[in-house]
């Protein structure tokens, strides 16, 4: 059974620093891309950020390039991503997921999903 945890997440200031985990049980995350889908309220969810399953590729939606960073380790099946910047308007709940289809389709499987919120 695949599960997909992201146990990070919380409030932060804006402009300070919050680094998200993934963590991938049940299957080889190294065999998917994976990526951080996000949902604000009265908002249509945001592909923000994929990485491939080498880690040599990425994708940033407009919105965050070059304030956050998507990384991975497959050793420990676990997948991250970092906020430099962040703010208010980055504030949703963001969701691990193992894409479908490159670069920002989800596949299947979802973590819980993780709280962020980014005050001014």
């Known amino acids: 059974q695949v599960h997909l945890v992201e146990p990070g997440g919380g409030l932060v200031q804006a402009g300070g620093p919050l680094r998200s985990p993934c963590a991938a049980f049940?299957?080889?995350?190294?065999?998917?891309?994976m990526g951080w889908p996000r949902q604000a309220p009265g908002k249509e969810r945001e592909f923000v950020a994929a990485i491939s399953g080498t880690g040599g590729r990425t994708y940033y939606t407009d919105s965050v390039k070059g304030r956050f960073t998507i990384s991975r380790d497959n050793a420990k099946n676990a997948v991250y991503l970092r906020m430099n910047s962040p703010k208010p308007e980055d504030t949703a709940v963001y969701y691990c997921n193992a894409l479908g289809r490159w670069p920002n389709i989800p596949g299947d499987y979802w973590g819980q999903g993780t709280q962020v919120t980014v005050s001014s």
């Open positions: 049940g299957l080889t995350s190294s065999s998917y891309a």
